[in-house]
């Protein structure tokens, strides 16, 4: 069955360092997003992106985010200047509509600022 | 007010039994559609089942059904003949209305974690 794929799976940076944050949705869906983790709490939502931009994004989601899709098949998320409370688990999931699909989810990124 | 509420932070069930994990649910939106996801320890998110809003049935996949009572605002969902594999945290989440197009995020509950004893 495919798959949403995420590398890498575990990623530690230095504080103020700019991460890049990888997945490969499935390959018919045209829905993307990201969500975030953090340790021991719910799942939130980050951004989603459709026909190559973004549609939607919330407020967690700021200038210090960006989203790209570069090559038809890789679905990135940038984060510059990392701080502390961006550590999280950083899941990418995909779906193929929007509406009764569901949104399948990659294993995740677990991102460490130290 | 919480849009997703899990109201059980832990439960634990006997193996082979039948357990219910509940979830309400608030919006005003009259198309949405929710959903069950399982994150084991490991940490992926497992999709489960979905009940959209104008299903008149209730959801079932394999050993896990959806309990949807609209009126009610719940979809409860339940988890027959528990295994020890099931033991995992479980979080409801909603997608509300046409929120614009190309945006169908999900809303998370707080999740249960689920512990099955042998």
Known sequence: EPEVTQTPSHQVTQMGQEVILRCVPISNHLYFYWYRQILGQKVEFLVSFYNNEISEKSEIFDDQFSVERPDGSNFTLKIRSTKLEDSAMYFCASSMDGINQPQHFGDGTRLSIL | ?118
């Open chain 2, 1 to 118: 007010a919480q849009k997703i509420t899990q109201t059980q932070p832990g439960m634990f069930v006997q193996e082979k039994e039948a357990v219910t994990l509940d979830c309400t649910y608030d919006t005003s939106d009259q198309s949405y559609g929710l959903f069950w996801y399982k994150q084991p320890s490991s940490g992926e998110m497992i999709f489960l089942i979905y009940q959209g809003s104008y299903d008149e049935q209730n959801a079932t996949e394999g050993r896990y059904s959806l309990n949807f009572q609209k009126a009610r605002k719940s979809a409860n969902l339940v988890i027959s003949a528990s295994q020890l594999g099931d033991s995992a945290m479980y979080f409801c989440a909603m997608r509300e209305g046409l929120s614009g197009a190309g945006s169908y995020q999900l809303t998370f509950g707080k999740g249960t974690k689920l512990s099955v004893i042998p």
